[in-house]
């Protein structure tokens, strides 16, 4: 990567809805929009709801699908030179073993990142990300079918520990830590949710603490380099999130506020690694 700063999957759909504000290539890398091996229609409206310090979304994974992706989405991008991050979801280990298949040898993708926030429907819709065992199937069965390094996205939920020491095993090369926090808002004249799914994903400022309480404990235990994601906003949060442990933080929700939030950030964390005279890998877990 160019630099540590990415965009977070979902936030700036394919990479290059970026334009005209921040030319994708000048990024560490993007992050698409979450791929299944068929398209998704997503969950019913309103899919997004502003709470303070953050906001919900329950987009349900709507996407144009990994042929779509490679046909139409990704030519662009190749041809401009982004660093391409494709963030893959699958219901089992065998839909993540066809995705990183289909993807793998693709010129343009430099890595895969694995949703691992889907239900499992051969364990009655238990969420990978909160069993160490179901997300290090999934793990292994992308690592049996590419060579592109893997990237494993954790849930704040569970034990993010235990998953990402099941995931490290596996075969994972990096983790990004974390995935939103389900959550809920509710009318209450109407008294009915704000959300068409009844339940969210919290993003933005409020999930950062959460963030960053996780990347300091998994980054002390599991040998592997962290993305750290979660309500980075200023250049203060991304180096917050690189002194706990990350190695490079992911922009998102930050993004619907500013669209050249990256750059921004971008922009302020060299600025502070310049006064200190430092790299930004000296400062990856110096909160000891």
Not at 174 to 199: K, Q
Request: proline share 8%.
């Amino acid at each position: 990567m160019r630099n540590p700063v990415l965009t977070a999957s979902g936030t700036c759909g394919y990479g290059m809805e970026l334009l005209p504000e921040v030319p994708p290539e000048s990024l560490g890398a993007v992050c698409t929009k979450g791929l299944s091996l068929e398209p998704r229609p997503g969950g019913p409206e309103p899919r997004i709801w502003e709470v303070p310090c953050g906001m919900l979304n329950a987009i349900g994974l709507a996407n144009v699908g990994v042929e779509v992706f490679l046909a139409e989405k990704l030519p662009p991008l190749r041809e401009r030179g982004v660093t391409v991050v494709a963030n893959v979801l699958g219901v089992s280990p065998e839909e993540f073993a066809e995705l990183a298949t289909r993807l793998d040898g693709q010129p343009g993708v430099a890595a895969l990142e694995l949703n691992l926030s889907c239900p499992n429907v051969k364990a009655g819709g238990v969420h990978m990300s909160r069993d160490p065992s179901l997300a290090a199937a999934a793990v292994e069965a992308a690592r049996r079918a590419t060579t592109l390094p893997l990237i494993a996205k954790l849930s704040p939920e569970g034990d993010p520990l235990a998953v990402a020491k099941a995931v490290a095993r596996a075969g994972a090369d990096a983790l990004s830590i974390c995935n939103t926090l389900r959550a809920m808002a509710i009318d209450v004249e109407s008294r009915r949710p704000r959300l068409g799914s009844v339940y969210g994903g919290l993003s933005g400022p409020a999930l950062r603490p959460v963030a960053v309480r996780i990347v300091h404990e998994v980054s002390a235990s599991v040998e592997l380099p962290i993305i750290g994601v979660g309500g980075v906003t200023t250049w203060e949060d991304a180096a917050e999130m690189m002194l706990a442990g990350a190695a490079a933080v992911q922009v998102g929700t930050a993004l619907f506020l500013d669209p050249r939030a990256p750059l921004t950030i971008l922009e302020g964390l060299e600025a502070y690694l310049d006064r200190h005279g430092e790299s930004a890998r000296d400062i990856v877990g110096a909160c000891r």
